[in-house]
């Protein structure tokens, strides 16, 4: 079986090449990518697969069998481009479609959710067989902020005492690899998250305990939180929009105690403490 892999090179995409290539021959992978260049160090096929061009998506898709859709990155364009992707997988014969979307997609407040949405109910019309890896958060997420909070001495965000059951991205990308060469699959939807769950008070505790520094957690309000994100130079509607996640994550959106991630990848999630030592010794 020949298995397409989107955005392969990305931070995501990577590491589920790496987890596929422990768990199938190489010559059945493609990397489906902008920029054929950056895929060259994983040593598999790709081929150019740009969301924005359309009209060039079912030649590239061409003797793909299955196909590991990865959310895009362009946040308000997910909806047009993944809906080209899988007009394409229609008119190029794909079997099977695995798709990463979101924690409790259809119930969730985060303004994600709706692109995720949107695709899930275009896989449900296209007739191709389809499974959902609903993503819960990427420890990642918070632990980029790691470094600067300890320069500054505090973490702040807007998720008040709201759970994350956040897992690495390592977790995930073996979970994707798994359910693609594994039977039985189809036609599922897991919902996946990490074992441990935290609030941002745990993880400021954590990172005081690694660095022998007292970090401590100050909440904000959504607006003083994207205003401190501006000034620390990220742009406006990205600044928004880490700060209306955090308050999604307050109301409980990112909490997920089922442990389907665990026991589909058969252990248990990367601990909170090892991504924060990761990110400390970055």
């Known amino acids: ?19 596929l290539k422990e768990k199938t021959n190489a010559n059945n992978l493609t990397a ?14 790709s081929r150019v697969f740009d969301y924005n ?13 299955y196909l590991l859709l ?36 259809d119930t969730s407040s985060l303004n994600l959710a709706a692109e995720h949405v949107a695709t899930e109910q275009a896989l449900a ?12 958060w990427y420890t990642e997420n ?19 005492n709201g759970k994350i059951s956040s897992a690495a991205r390592a977790d995930y990308a073996e979970a ?6 594994t039977p039985n699959n189809e036609g599922k939807t897991y919902e996946l998250s990490g074992d441990e769950s935290f609030t941002l008070t745990d993880l400021a505790a954590e990172i005081s305990r690694q660095t022998g520094k007292t970090i401590p957690y100050n909440d904000l309000s959504e607006d003083k939180y994207a205003a401190v994100l501006m000034g620390a130079g990220l742009p406006t509607p990205l600044a928004k929009a880490l700060a209306s996640w955090d308050v999604s994550a307050s109301k409980g959106d990112l909490y997920d105690d089922s442990h389907v991630l665990s026991k589909l990848i058969g252990h248990a999630t990367t601990p909170l403490s090892v991504v924060v030592k990761k990110a400390l010794n970055a």
């Open 53 to 65: 061009k359309p009209e060039t998506l079912a030649e590239s898709l061409k003797g793909i069998d």
């Open 142 to 160: 918070y632990t980029a902020s790691v470094p600067s909070a300890v320069k500054a001495g505090a973490l702040v965000g807007s998720a008040g």
């Open 70 to 105: 990865i959310s895009s990155n362009e946040v308000g364009q997910r909806k047009r481009q993944h809906e080209s992707v899988i007009k394409a997988a229609q008119q190029a014969g794909v079997k099977w479609i695995i798709y990463t979307s979101l924690l409790h997609a």
């Open 32 to 45: 489906l990518v902008r920029t054929p260049e950056k895929a060259v160090d994983m040593n598999i096929a």
């Open 176 to 181: 994707a690899a798994i359910v693609l060469t």
């Open 1 to 19: 079986m020949k298995i397409g892999i989107t955005g392969a090179t990305g931070q995501l995409g990577r590491l589920v090449v790496q987890k």
């Open 125 to 136: 019309k296209s007739g191709i067989t389809f499974t959902l890896l609903r993503n819960g």
